[in-house]
């Protein structure tokens, strides 16, 4: 079973480039989510969504956008790529509510901005 | 900001049962609490989850305190493939996870 799948793996930017990363999940989750984790720390959310169609931010927003036009696929886009968004970026997805929400995590994607 | 207390580091011997503490003083009668674990550079896994009762399945036991206040997390033969960072997480099961920074539990042989 793939569950979540995450690419790029690994990516190096310049300052002001832009990307998409990709992820796409294949369990029918309703709820997808982006989060990133800077070295020796804990993981904090970008952003999250509920549904096609439905999107939210999380704690740390600011330089991203996401959208949801398929339930098994939720794109993370960097704009203009600043130093401080290096870090590692992980996707995840879930079923809603009460002990169904169990999250399923990729692989991440290592991202460098220099 | 997290609603968990965990110690930030603890070592097991290989073999033994590793037993991973969480204060969780403030949760509400409709909130879980859930146990991840994150093996070096890897996304989380999810290991158990329990509202009110003990729990177990085949990767770890979940002790919860009566008063539903604080839980333990048990790996009854740790092994070194368990080195890993440990998550414990309160939630009502209908929000994203919040995650703290964990117990980095290492197994030494």
């Known amino acids: 079973n793939a569950g979540v799948t995450q690419t790029p793996k690994f990516r190096i930017l310049k300052i002001g480039q832009s990307m998409t990363l990709q992820c796409t999940q294949d369990?029918?989750?309703?709820?997808m989510y982006w989060y990133r984790q800077d070295p020796g720390m804990g993981l904090k959310l970008i952003y999250y969504?509920?549904?096609?169609?439905?999107?939210d931010k999380g704690e740390v927003p600011n330089g991203y956008n996401v959208s949801r036009s398929t339930t098994e696929d939720f794109p993370l886009r960097l704009e203009l790529a600043a130093p401080s968004q290096t870090s590692v970026y992980f996707c995840?997805?879930?079923?809603?509510?009460?002990?169904?929400?169990?999250?399923?995590f990729g692989a991440g994607t290592r991202l460098s901005v220099l | 900001d997290a609603k968990t207390t965990q110690p930030p580091s603890m070592d097991c011997a290989e073999g033994r049962a590793a037993n991973l503490p969480c204060n969780h003083s403030?949760?509400?009668?409709?909130?879980?609490v859930y146990w991840y674990r994150q093996i070096h550079s890897q996304g989380p896994q999810y290991i158990i989850h329990g509202l009110k009762n003990n729990e177990t399945n085949e990767m770890a036991s979940l002790i919860i305190t009566e008063d539903r206040k604080s839980s333990t997390l048990i790996l009854p033969h740790a092994t070194l493939r368990d080195t890993a960072v440990y998550y414990c997480?309160?939630?009502?099961?209908?929000?994203?996870?919040?995650f703290g920074k964990g117990t980095r539990l290492s197994v030494i042989a």
């Open positions: 403030t949760i509400s009668g409709n909130e879980y």
């Open positions: 997480i309160v939630d009502s099961g209908n929000t994203p996870l919040v």
């Open positions: 995840a997805s879930s079923y809603p509510g009460g002990a169904k929400n169990i999250q399923y």
């Open positions: 369990m029918n989750h309703n709820y």
């Open positions: 969504s509920v549904g096609a169609g439905i999107t």
